[in-house]
């Protein structure tokens, strides 16, 4: 029996007891360069390298350090390679540049993390790469794709307003066509869903997120199972000379160390505080799948392990002012981009940042939360009177 993958957590990437000990923590390794015994190591090891065995030929392609972070990495998605980049971003555009070629189009979700458009826009058109964008829906997506389509590019659940999709029918569509699938996975994180065991090709996270899970880090990660794909991935990566330093990838694997726990509380309090919300008569919706009411509650429920604390709002009848001086009212959420550290957090999403999502059906825009590791009987004490001193603002 296979341990379970909170038991693999703790002991990935371990140090070995080559010795009579060894110390818990694997050490953070600073080096920009590697020596070599003589040059009959120097070779050998070379040409291991060559035929895609991750070891380090310089201080570019990481230390131990390194390698414990991806053999974390690996467990928490089920894959067999896994590379880190200094952002969440430089995982989207690496996947991305690996993928596609010149006159190659790539499908994008329209629910997709805002730079993503920004990438596209300002630098896979210049490469002449084509873009373009399906609403979340696998129908949708088998009815944009075109003969050139290289890559589908998915995030699950959406940005913003959390849009549920059916990754496995689109598995099934990008398969048969052999269409590569990369899914960003930061909302679960790797650990409430795996985008590879489900058909995807690339599995990509913003560590800076859960994973670290304490807001003082940035890093990336991209995970795949194909040995080809893999390849594309690291060689374009040395290539950009994308790398992340030893003490991040530390930090970013002490926080991995906990993230089933801390996720999981994060999903009681977010489902405390979004029962509040969801029964607050100036509530329009709250999104968020884990919330039996939500329409994609039904695919999260078969495809996802557990919710996470983020979570969306929208009011009845409040101006854009109104939204504004909720958030501006509360004080134990800070105002701010990002999420997935211990602390709670709220940032206004205007209605026209929204219209590109085919599922925006409202006005005003939107509060996005994250649901922090404070006790949520304050949070919801904080929402409450914000919430009325918003109300009772004038438009
Ligand atoms: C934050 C985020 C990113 C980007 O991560 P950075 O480390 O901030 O560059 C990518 N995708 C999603 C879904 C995110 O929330």
Known sequence: MPNSLDTRLIHAGQPPLDEQTAPVNVPVVRT???????????????????????????????????????????????????????????????????????????????????????????????????VSYFNPSAQAMEDHLRPNTKVVYAECPGSILFEMIDLRAMAE???????????????????????????????????????????????????????????????????????????????????LRTLGVRLAQHERNALEVAAFLASHDKVERVYYPPLPEDPGH??????????????????????????????????????????GGYESLVLPVGGDRLDVHGGWKGKGGVLRLHIGLEDPKDLIDDLRLAIDRAAASTA
């Open 173 to 255: 569509v990008t398969r048969a066509r052999g269409i590569a699938l990369v899914v960003d996975n930061t909302w679960a994180s790797g650990y409430l869903f795996n985008p590879l065991a489900t058909g995807a090709d690339v599995s990509l996270l913003a560590g800076t997120k859960y994973i670290s899970g304490h807001s003082d880090v940035m890093i990336g990660a991209l995970v795949a199972k194909d040995a080809g794909i893999a390849q594309r991935i690291s060689r374009t990566q040395d290539l950009l000379g994308l790398v992340v330093s030893s003490d991040d990838a530390y930090l970013a694997l002490r926080g």
């Open 298 to 339: 039904a695919l999260w429920r078969r495809d996802f392990r557990g919710g996470n604390g983020l979570l969306s709002v929208s009011f009845r009848d409040f101006s854009t002012r109104q939204i504004d001086a909720a958030a501006d009212a509360l004080k134990l959420f800070g105002i701010g981009a990002s999420w």
């Open 32 to 130: 920009s360069t590697v020596r070599f015994s003589d040059t009959d190591a120097l070779y050998t090891l070379q040409r291991r390298r060559a035929e895609g065995d991750p070891v380090s030929l310089y201080g570019r392609h990481g230390t131990q350090t390194h390698r414990a972070l991806e053999q974390a990495i690996c467990e928490l998605e089920g894959g067999r390679h896994a590379y880190l980049v200094p952002s969440g971003l430089a995982a989207i555009s690496l996947a991305l540049l690996a993928l596609a070629d010149p006159g190659d189009h790539i499908l994008v979700i329209d629910s997709v993390y805002q730079p993503v458009r920004k990438f596209d826009d300002g630098i896979a058109r210049r490469f002449g790469i084509e």
